[in-house]
């Protein structure tokens, strides 16, 4: 590996970390895609500084990102989502996340969350997860011994087919409590200890491929509804959980 990865993805964060904070609630168009997701200039402008920064170092790279498309290709690949949470953006509230993810031969071997309004940031790389950040928290998750003692959270009902959801329900009813309203940060608090298990559907590779890795590093699991590896050809549901020994009873939960 003839490139810093670590120096790599950290640059291209605090790159688009600046684009982020220029406009954060400012008050800016949004567009809506062809899927209804809201966008705005800030999404579009911060691929772009992470692009620039990955053409910079690693030109002969593949990358796909959310706003600007793209394909796998070769060893490495940069999976990116400017602002993972786009809502929570557009209505002020900093709980999105930039997300770069390094795929080598389509495994995540590299995870970046960032949120660039709170200055926290979350890095995973070879097992080892730093963490920094003005308002406490360290690396690693809190290994409850049930479920019933665990805190769930999941960006929102909207994101589940009506039987996700009710599969989801009966998750969340074995759960101590649900939170919504996370989107990728929900993720970096589980790998802080602060949430148990994070239940999603309907996740795209940019939104789930930088997560894996930094779940996994602070000593949890993440894998599809079924408790498989999570691959580029997953079904886009996820599960992440604090304690793996809780896999299967998470899973159990979640079948069909």
Known sequence: MSFDPVAVASAAADASGAVIRAHFRARIDVDTKADASPVTLADRGAEAAIRRVLAEHCPDHAVIGEEMGGKAGGRFTWVIDPIDGTRAFITGRPVFATLIALLEHGRP???LIDQPVLGERWLAHEGVLRFSGPHGGAPGTRAVASLAEAELSCTSPEMFTE???????????????????????GYGLLALGQIDVVAEADLKPWDWSALAPVIEAAGGAMTDWRGAELTLESDGTALALGNPALLGDAVALLGG
């Open 109 to 111: 071997v590299l995870g």
């Open 163 to 185: 039987p996700q959801f009710g599969r989801f329900r009966r998750l969340a009813g074995a759960c101590r409590r649900v939170t919504y309203g996370g989107d990728a940060y």
